[in-house]
């Protein structure tokens, strides 16, 4: 009975430690599908760890518990059943049942122990991600490992522009509807929905390009999935559109809030428009770049719960997702 209890807590251990130590082995592997080969255990995370101490407590006591029957010497106890073994089994359950209070100092993809606790387990850095160690390293064009083949070509006329950044770090909110997209987001990203779109990351000049690295580092960028669930479930947000005047005219996103307000106007407007500082707020331009740097200037004038549409108006349209227009889908538009 003592080989079954502690080959059990063995399996325990192991599924409960799974979804915490995956992204670090993602990033050592430098596989991104790895890392969300076992992220459905996440939710789950918390019954495996009680069951795991549960297991735990109950192999101690079955090694523990005075034998009723008479000790024989010539009886010999193999080393699995022994308790040198389940003391040894006790240490690595312990080491990876505390992986997420200590991982974060050896490994920048370990998820924090608030995380794990919440359920989602989810790194700081994404696993699909490199990383800086310093923003003041010289931006290098990085090209991207792999790409979908549902990804449509770019369009943009620039160099392919991608730098090794660090993602933000968003803390849970408590805010109801702010709470509703971070978990919106966090599914998004355990089980990402494939979409036809690349945007140009880049706009092939250092300066601008630059500066669009910081911006990222601070944003949370939206896919068009998470969006059009959004506005399909009628949440309360938003949609801050920043395009300027004359590109309006090629189409606009239905959401019940929408705002529109030139890139230009943002700061001196904004505070009129929107004074609630914990309203959700989701910025789209016409392929991405201003409605990022517009969300970057929102979150330094205190607003907490802002996202950007990743790709703008262009990835909301190659997604096929339906949007006011008199000049039809849009099929090619020219860069910022």
């Not at 790194?123 to 990383?131: F, G, K, M």
Request: overall charge positive; glycine content about 6%.
């Amino acid at each position: 009975m003592a080989n079954k209890s502690i080959f059990t807590l063995i399996g325990a251990t192991i599924a409960a430690s799974l979804c915490c130590v995956t992204p670090v082995l993602a990033v050592l592997a430098g596989s991104s599908s790895l890392a969300s080969s076992f992220s459905w255990l996440a939710p789950y995370h918390n019954y495996l760890v009680a069951f795991t101490v549960l297991v735990l407590l109950y192999a101690w006591y079955d090694k523990l518990k005075p034998s009723k029957e008479i000790a024989c010497d010539c009886d010999n106890q193999s080393f699995w059943a022994s308790k040198k073994f389940l003391a040894i089994v006790t240490l690595f359950t312990a080491v990876m049942l505390t992986f997420p209070m200590w991982g974060g100092k050896f490994f920048a993809s370990a998820p924090s122990a608030e995380s794990c606790a919440s359920g989602a387990c989810a790194s700081a850095v994404s696993p699909n991600r490199e990383t800086l160690k310093g923003e003041d390293k010289k931006l290098s064009s990085i090209p991207a490992k792999t790409k979908s083949a549902s990804q449509a070509k770019s369009s943009c006329n620039t160099k392919p522009f991608q730098n090794a950044l660090k993602t933000p770090i968003i803390k849970e909110p408590t805010n109801k509807q702010a709470l509703t997209v971070f978990k919106y987001m966090r599914d998004e990203k355990i089980n990402p929905t494939p979409y036809k779109q690349l945007a140009c990351s880049g706009y092939g000049r250092p300066e601008i390009d630059g500066l669009m690295v910081k911006a990222r580092s601070k944003v949370e960028e939206m896919s068009p999935v998470v969006l059009k669930k959004m506005v399909d479930n009628e949440d309360e947000f938003t949609l801050l559109d920043v395009r300027e005047i004359v590109q309006r005219a090629e189409g606009e996103i239905y959401a019940d809030d929408i705002i529109q307000m030139t890139r230009g106007d943002l700061e001196f407007e904004i505070m009129n428009k929107i004074k609630n500082k914990d309203r959700v707020i989701v910025t789209f331009c016409r392929s991405g770049g201003r409605g990022l740097l517009a969300a970057q200037t929102l979150k330094k004038m205190g607003y907490k719960n802002v996202y950007t549409l990743k790709g703008g108006l262009k990835a909301w349209a190659r997604a096929g997702y339906p949007f006011d227009s008199g000049l039809g889908l849009i099929v090619k538009v020219e860069d910022e």
